[in-house]
């Protein structure tokens, strides 16, 4: 049993790309889905597939994405900054610019769950939940 989905969702992506491996199957949710979802359109994941059939809840398997020539992982570092006991907020003027706009900050706001550079546009806030790069 786990107090933080979101964290384990990150957790076990980052565990499968420091191990090298190809695909990553993980406990899906709503929010797990949109966050897979927002990692494919930046290019950071090969792909993704969401399978309701195995369990309950499902489950979401990701294929990583790593470089053709030097086999590097596309995902440097992913880390959460909201957690259960100190959740962070921030304005739509406050949100956070990963590596001068190389990386991305997920945020669930009003209107769902985008990158920060869309909630800026969108003029809304919300809690940051995770950085990637």
Not at 39 to 52: A, E, N, P, R
Not at 90 to 113: E, F, M, Q, Y
């Amino acid at each position: 049993m786990y107090t933080d989905p979101v964290s384990d969702y990150l957790t076990r992506i980052r565990n499968a790309v420091m191990a090298g491996h190809r695909v990553v199957e993980i406990p899906a949710s709503n929010l797990k889905k949109e966050i897979t979802k927002i990692l494919f359109d930046q290019g950071y994941v090969l792909s993704y597939k969401f399978d309701d059939d195995s369990t309950v809840q499902g489950t979401i398997k990701i294929a990583l994405k790593y470089t053709e020539g030097t086999k590097e992982p596309v995902i440097k570092k992913i880390q959460r900054i909201s957690k259960p006991g100190l959740r962070k907020y921030s304005h739509s003027k406050d949100l956070p610019r990963i590596l001068n706009g190389l990386g991305i900050a997920i945020v669930s706001t009003s209107h769902g769950v985008m990158t920060a550079k869309q909630a800026q546009k969108e003029n809304v806030g919300g809690e940051v939940l995770c950085l990637v790069y």
